[in-house]
């Protein structure tokens, strides 16, 4: 699994310096691999220094850096599929390069057949089913947390509403 090397690397956060900076960039690391919603949950901590140390944030802001792209043909896809006519009729001009990239979507520079310059933010392929699937994995590890607190007879939080059903996965 995904998450494995950062539990078994967890003793490196007790120790001050390089040891635990590694585990903060492993962090990272990890949260950009593990979907769109891990990865927007990271750049979320990377702007909180009021929750975690400085140094933290500014690993974990490395997730706003150089988020991959997808292809202008996907674009033209879904901005057809959007509004159900060709891209051709819809604008002059869509830029070849998106103008930004994140974890959930991209936005072009297009032009309108009047001649007016507009930027679309454009949905990355599967990212609806990803998120779900995300959500769907933070509601059951949040279940499972809740169960173990439960068993340990501490004072647990109410269960947290469900986040998504593995029905919206599929």
């Known amino acids: 699994a995904l998450h494995t090397p950062l539990v078994l690397c967890a003793p490196c956060l ?6 635990r900076d590694a585990w ?13 919603t891990f990865h927007k949950l990271g750049q979320w901590a990377s702007t909180r220094p ?7 944030c500014r690993t974990l802001a490395s997730l706003h850096d150089a988020v991959p792209a997808h292809s202008l043909a996907e674009t033209h896809g ?5 509004f159900g006519a060709p891209v051709s009729a819809l604008f002059a001009r869509v830029g070849a390069r998106p103008v930004g990239s994140g974890c959930i979507a991209q936005v072009h520079e297009a032009e309108t057949a009047s001649g007016v310059r507009v930027a679309i933010k454009v949905l990355h392929p599967d990212v609806e089913r990803r998120v779900a699937e995300d959500l769907y994995l933070l509601g059951t590890g ?29």
């Open 50 to 56: 009021d929750l975690l140390p400085l140094s933290t």
């Open 14 to 19: 007790l120790v001050d310096g390089r040891p």
């Open 78 to 82: 879904a901005i057809e599929a959007a």
């Open 24 to 36: 903060w960039r492993l962090l990272a690391w990890t949260l950009e691999r593990a979907g769109p």
């Open 142 to 170: 949040l279940g499972g947390a809740h169960a173990l607190l439960a068993d340990a007879s501490l004072t647990a939080p109410p269960p947290a509403p469900p986040l998504a059903r593995r029905d919206d996965c599929e």
